[in-house]
């Protein structure tokens, strides 16, 4: 299983950026995003169970990302908006082989190469 995230740039506060995740190669699995800012831990942003009927946020991006996956593409999407500095960060997504959503990235089983995301003040 090989994954890759894609979409990352350059940014102003307040700007959008759309990340894609060629993902895990099977629609029944949940795929995660996860960032990891400069001399910070990994942190949790959300996730996308195997169906896409359901998703979760980190209280930080709540009702600015949308996670979505268009399983015919096998590909999973984070639209970003109102983006702000403290988003800037190497942005991951993950696989886990099953269908529920973790918070914790030690629950995913592949992890793709990152995409850096940089939001200017």
């Known amino acids: 299983v090989q994954l890759q995230a894609f979409g990352g740039g350059l940014v102003q506060a307040g700007g959008s950026l759309r990340l894609s995740c060629a993902a895990c190669g099977f629609s029944s699995y949940a795929v995660g995003w996860f960032r990891q800012a400069p001399g910070k831990e990994r942190e949790f942003v959300g996730a996308?169970?195997?169906?896409?009927?359901?998703?979760a946020y980190a209280d930080s991006v709540k009702g600015r990302f949308t996670i979505s996956r268009d399983n015919a593409k096998n590909t999973v999407y984070l639209q970003m908006n109102s983006l702000k500095p403290e988003d800037t960060a190497v942005y991951y997504c993950?696989?886990?082989?099953?269908?529920?959503?973790?918070?914790?990235?030690?629950?995913?089983?592949?992890w793709g190469q990152g995409t850096l995301v940089t939001v200017s003040s």
């Open positions: 996308i169970t195997g169906s896409g009927g359901t998703t």
């Open positions: 993950a696989c886990r082989m099953r269908a529920s959503i973790m918070y914790d990235g030690d629950r995913y089983d592949y």
